[in-house]
C-alpha cells in the first residue's frame, strides 16, 4: 500500500468526524503528559460519537460505509496494565508506546491476552536531529519491530513524549523503511508532505 495518513492530538467530536470523512489510516487520542491529554471516559466519547455519527448519516445519505479510521491511544511511560484497561475501556484499534520506561509490545499484547481481537502495536523511536545518523537510526528502528507491528519515528523533544511539532532530517529514515512499516511524524503539513514523502 501507499503512504497513509495518521492525526493525532484530537480533543473535539468535529475533529475527529473531519479526519474520518477524509479518510485517513488513524486517528491518535493522547493519554501522555500533554496539553491534548483526555480521559479514557473522554476519548470513549469521541470515538462512540464518531461511530454513532457515522452510522446515521449513511442511511440518510445512502452511501456505502467506508472502512473508519483506526483509533489509536498514545501512552508515555505507562504500564502494560494501565495500557491494557484504556485500550479496553475505550475499545481501541491500536497503542502507540513512547517513553524510556515504555513496557514494549510484548508485555502490552500479554496484559491485553482476552481480547477478542489483536490490537495494533506502534512503538516511537526518538530522532534527535542533531545527534542522530542513519546507521544507528536504523538498528534503534530494527530493534523496535521485534515487537511492534508498526514502527513511529518522531522528533525527540526534551521534557516531551512527542508531538514537538518539529522535523527531524527524513532521508535518515531511508534505509530503515524496507523492513516494514513505518510511520514518519514531527512537524509535517501540507507545505512540507511531498517533501517528506520524496526524502523519506
Known amino acids: ?6 492525526i493525532c492530538g484530537l480533543t473535539r467530536l468535529e475533529d475527529v468526524l473531519q479526519a474520518w470523512d477524509l479518510g485517513v489510516w488513524a486517528t491518535g487520542f493522547v493519554f501522555a503528559p500533554s496539553p491534548r491529554r483526555l480521559t479514557p471516559a473522554a476519548a470513549r466519547q469521541l470515538v462512540c460519537g464518531a461511530k454513532e455519527a457515522r452510522r446515521s448519516a449513511a442511511p440518510a445519505t445512502g452511501e456505502r460505509q467506508r472502512r473508519r479510521p483506526l483509533s489509536i491511544g498514545v501512552f508515555g511511560d505507562a504500564s502494560a496494565d494501565e495500557i491494557a484497561a484504556v485500550a479496553a475501556e475505550v475499545d481501541l484499534d491500536g497503542v502507540q508506546l513512547h517513553g524510556l520506561a515504555s ?14 481481537r489483536p490490537l495494533l ?9 542533531e545527534t542522530t545518523d542513519a546507521g544507528s537510526l536504523a538498528q534503534t528502528i530494527a530493534a523496535a519491530r521485534r515487537e511492534a507491528d508498526i514502527v513511529l519515528v518522531d522528533t525527540k523533544a526534551a521534557g516531551r513524549f ?6 527531524f532530517p527524513w532521508s535518515l529514515v531511508r ?24 526524502e523519506s
Not at 121 to 129: C, L, T
Not at 177 to 197: K, M, S, W
Open 103 to 116: 513496557p514494549g509490545g510484548d508485555a502490552v499484547r500479554r496484559a491485553l491476552a482476552a481480547r477478542e
Open 175 to 198: 534505509g530503515a523503511a524496507e523492513g516494514g512499516p513505518l510511520v514518519v511524524a514531527g512537524g509535517i503539513g501540507p507545505e512540507n508532505v511531498q517533501t517528506a514523502l520524496r
Open 162 to 167: 512527542g508531538g514537538s511539532g518539529r522535523s
Open 121 to 129: 502495536i506502534i512503538q516511537a523511536v526518538p530522532v534527535d536531529p
Open 1 to 6: 500500500p501507499g503512504p497513509v495518513l495518521k
